[in-house]
């Protein structure tokens, strides 16, 4: 079956400017994750949603949102981008069971502010 | 709250041998699970091997075995018979189980393995 499709890999963007990154889970996950990485402070748990709702926050400013859709895609939304916002952004899916299921994650959003 | 650490910022191993990537945790939850992730030059995050903490045997697949000492709080990821596409960076991370985040992982800063023929 069809991995974790993220979209677009590689953008480029400048300060100031907002952008919104794609995740499709794979069929029939409802859970998804995303996680910031960049090379001074690894990976970085953003939020989770799950059925619509966000089920978790990590410790970033309000400037980063996200939402999920019916069908459990999800998008994620950075505005007034920073120069620090460059990174690679990860979206993971997995079907639930909290005491089972890796994630599975996509090849990941490469944005790069200018 | 949850801690990841790996103390090889990066390892070199000769093809066919054996290889030894160290993790170590700390967390006040009783249940937890423990992953190893394996990330090419690509980008993309793949999954090797799960261990949860009561689970009472070492988890294993294929060549990828984990190593874990819950008194000792490791869990070290055991590559046998290294091959030079295993050349990537490794993350060891930890997720609570029994909670209702089935996507929260925390991760260590990785180690940087490099396969030499």
């Known amino acids: 079956k069809a991995g974790v499709t993220q979209t677009p890999r590689y953008l480029i963007k400048t300060r100031g400017q907002q952008v919104t990154l794609s995740c499709s889970p794979i069929s029939g996950h409802r859970s998804v994750s995303w996680y910031q990485q960049t090379p001074g402070q690894g990976l970085q748990f953003l939020f989770e949603?799950?059925?619509?709702?966000?089920?978790n926050k990590g410790n970033f400013p309000g400037r980063f949102s996200g939402r999920q859709f019916s069908n459990s895609r999800s998008e994620m939304n950075v505005s007034t981008l920073e120069l620090g916002d460059s990174a690679l952004y990860l979206c993971?899916?997995?079907?639930?069971?909290?005491?089972?299921?890796?994630?599975?994650f996509g090849e990941g959003s490469r944005l790069t502010v200018l | 709250a949850q801690k990841i650490t790996q103390t090889q910022p990066g390892m070199f191993v000769q093809e066919k041998e054996a290889v030894t990537l160290d993790c170590t945790y700390d967390t006040s939850d009783q249940s937890y699970g423990l992953f190893w992730y394996k990330q090419p030059s690509s980008g993309e995050m793949i999954f090797l091997i799960y261990q949860g903490s009561y689970d009472e045997q070492n988890a294993t697949e294929g060549r990828y075995s984990l190593n874990f000492q819950k008194a000792r709080k490791s869990a070290n990821l055991v590559i046998s018979a290294s091959q030079l596409g295993d050349s990537a960076m490794y993350f060891c991370a930890m997720r609570e189980l029994g909670g209702t985040s089935y996507g929260k992982l925390t991760f260590g800063q990785g180690t940087i393995l490099t396969v030499h023929p």
């Open positions: 993971a899916s997995v079907s639930g069971g909290a005491n089972t299921g890796e994630l599975f």
């Open positions: 949603y799950f059925s619509e709702t966000q089920r």
